[in-house]
């Protein structure tokens, strides 16, 4: 069993930064994904960031490309999200998830493909 704990949430104003972790009990250097989400109030919980551990191969949400990064330091078993010139919208529970995935096939986006998650940090942005 993979356990996954966020840190690094909390209230921040628009136009500041913030960076998550989220540290791993296990962290496989192959066939290894792991991801950022994102879910605020009324709405579905959407991939933010995604990384492939073995080559750092990233992928990103539209609304947050440039601003965000993902990250990760194998030797502490943690995963990053660096958020920049955060804006109200970016207001939601940050999770962490991860799942194993054969090399051949691309990281998922999808909330459905992820087997591990841990138990969410709470992003506040104000105006």
């Known amino acids: 069993q993979v356990q996954l704990v966020e840190s690094g949430g909390g209230s921040v104003q628009a136009g500041g930064s913030l960076r998550l972790s989220c540290a791993a009990s296990?962290?496989?250097?192959?066939?290894?994904?792991m991801a950022w989400f994102r879910q605020a109030p009324g709405k579905e919980r959407e991939a933010v960031a995604v990384?492939?551990?073995?080559?750092?191969?990233?992928n990103y949400a539209d609304s947050v490309k440039g601003r965000f990064t993902i990250s990760q330091d194998n030797a502490k078993k943690t995963l990053y999200l660096q958020m920049i010139s955060v804006n109200t919208e970016d207001t939601a529970v940050y999770y962490c998830?991860?799942?194993?995935?054969?090399?051949?096939?691309?990281?998922?986006?999808?909330?459905?493909?992820?087997?591990?998650w841990g138990q969410g940090t709470q992003v506040t942005v104000s105006s």
């Open positions: 998830a991860a799942t194993y995935r054969a090399l051949s096939i691309g990281c998922p986006r999808v909330r459905g493909e992820y087997t591990y």
């Open positions: 990384m492939r551990a073995v080559d750092g191969n990233t």
């Open positions: 296990t962290y496989a250097s192959r066939n290894w994904c």
